[in-house]
């Protein structure tokens, strides 16, 4: 069992469906260099093959970067966030919550220069909501 920020528990089945959903997202979207998905407190529960980084590693910072955003968003009434994207000469990250009824989990793609952000953005929020259905029984 793989446990979440306020008590949540992901059984090792539930960590099986989030890996697969992570591979179908990871091998969909040209590009993608690294996913991973991760609880709200850091911890890495499942991540396609890595050329940047450890998956522990992008967890952590995938964590502490929604958290800052997060408070940005809130000094500024801005909302609930939903997405954090990040454009650098060598590539692209985005960075989403996955809201669930115990708790949220993280998902973030790591891409090269020819990922066309709007299709990584769709393809993770897809990727999110299958999460979501496969973890509520729908």
Do not use: H
């Not at 539930?14 to 998905?37: I, M, N, P």
């Not at 396609?48 to 968003?73: C, D, F, K, P, Q």
């Not at 692209?92 to 953005?121: D, E, F, H, T, Y």
Request: proline share 1%; with cysteine; charged share 20%.
């Amino acid at each position: 069992m793989s446990e979440t920020k306020g008590g949540a528990v992901l059984e090792d089945w539930e960590v099986e469906l989030v890996d697969r959903r992570l591979q179908e997202f990871a091998s969909t979207v040209d590009g993608v260099r690294a996913a991973v998905v991760a609880s709200v407190d850091g911890f890495a529960l499942a991540q396609s093959a890595t050329e940047v980084s450890s998956g522990e590693r992008l967890a952590a910072m995938t964590s502490a970067m929604l958290a800052l955003a997060s408070a940005v968003g809130r000094e500024l009434a801005l909302g609930t966030l939903d997405v954090l994207m990040l454009d650098a000469s060598e590539g692209k990250v985005l960075m989403q919550s996955i809201p669930l009824s115990r708790g949220s989990l993280l998902l973030m793609a790591a891409c090269n220069q020819r990922s066309v952000i709007g299709q990584v953005l769709w393809n993770a929020r897809e990727c999110g909501r299958r999460i979501q259905a496969d973890l509520s029984g729908s």
